[in-house]
């Protein structure tokens, strides 16, 4: 067997019906293209090792507690053996023309050393309605139908040269809140004078069942990640006065009210896990 061009990680924690889609759509790849297929299960969930081993080809790397997204990553780059890691979101559908378009776009650009592409939302249900001015409930990357370089790309659809990792550093196991985590990363390679580029051809799909494209989750899942976006600012010495994150709260409300948007419900739920996260330390020394 030729040894692996690309390693594709998937890490994962509780998600097994996601991840068992993720999976058969990788093993769906065109190209021939020498690949290792690792999934981190970030906990200790039978049902995602089933996933695993009832797919040949596809190895199973348990971490057997949680200890976060970005240790899984670093479990990952240690446990893999290609020049290229691909990361994956164990929820998205990769079409497949994705693992050809990645590794010749990597070809392309021998001077960059992390990439990203396109991250469309796929929801398997109707989502609650908007006015069209919100941006999509889930996460989602659009910069045009040609590569370009970039500032940032999202870890749903993220790859790096291990050569990278060699040269800057590991992921950050600090971060645990489920926002920033391959930013960081990314800043620290920008900063080394690293290159990072969007590849327009390698492109996925981020899925929501039926069931998590209900307002309730969806909700949930965005007070999450506005929590770590309050959180990933203040580490950066970004973030916004009180204030100033009390009135995008207001506002979100008045949108929702004035066009009758229970996306803006949505908005609202992320901008209060930003004011919540903004009141953490205060109510931490009051403790």
């Not at 089933?50 to 190895?59: H, I, L």
């Not at 990769?94 to 021998?110: D, F, K, N, Q």
């Not at 796929?122 to 045009?144: D, K």
């Not at 950050?172 to 969007?198: K, M």
Request: net charge positive.
């Amino acid at each position: 067997m030729d040894s692996p061009v690309v390693s594709v990680v998937v890490p994962t924690r509780g998600r097994a019906a996601y991840l068992e889609v993720t999976l058969d759509s990788l093993r769906g790849q065109r190209g021939g293209i020498p690949h290792e297929i690792l999934v981190v299960d970030d906990g200790d969930g039978r049902a995602t090792a089933d996933a695993v081993r009832a797919r040949a080809g596809v190895r199973y790397v348990p971490h057997g507690s949680r200890r976060g997204l970005n240790p899984a990553r670093n479990t990952a780059v240690r446990e893999s053996a290609a020049p290229l890691i691909a990361f994956l979101d164990d929820d998205v559908l990769v079409p497949p023309g994705w693992l050809e378009a990645l590794v010749e776009g990597a070809s392309r650009h021998p001077d960059a050393e992390a990439f990203g592409g396109p991250i469309r939302a796929r929801f398997e249900g109707r989502p609650p309605r908007g006015c069209g001015r919100e941006q999509p409930p889930i996460t989602t990357l659009e910069l045009g139908d040609r590569d370009r370089e970039a500032d940032f790309v999202w870890g749903a659809n993220f790859a790096l040269r291990r050569s990278a990792i060699e040269r800057v550093g590991a992921f950050d196991e600090g971060i645990v809140q489920p926002h920033g985590d391959e930013e960081e990363w990314l800043e620290r390679l920008r900063a080394a004078g690293g290159r990072i580029v969007y590849l327009a051809a390698a492109g996925l799909d981020h899925r929501r069942t039926a069931e998590d494209v209900r307002l309730r989750p969806l909700a949930r899942a965005a007070y999450a990640r506005g929590r770590g976006a309050r959180a990933s600012d203040t580490r950066r010495g970004r973030e916004p006065s009180l204030t100033g994150e009390l009135r995008v709260l207001a506002g979100c409300g008045w949108h929702t009210v004035r066009r009758a948007c229970p996306q803006g419900l949505i908005m609202g739920a992320h901008s209060a896990g930003r004011v919540v996260e903004t009141l953490r330390p205060a109510r931490e020394e009051r403790a």
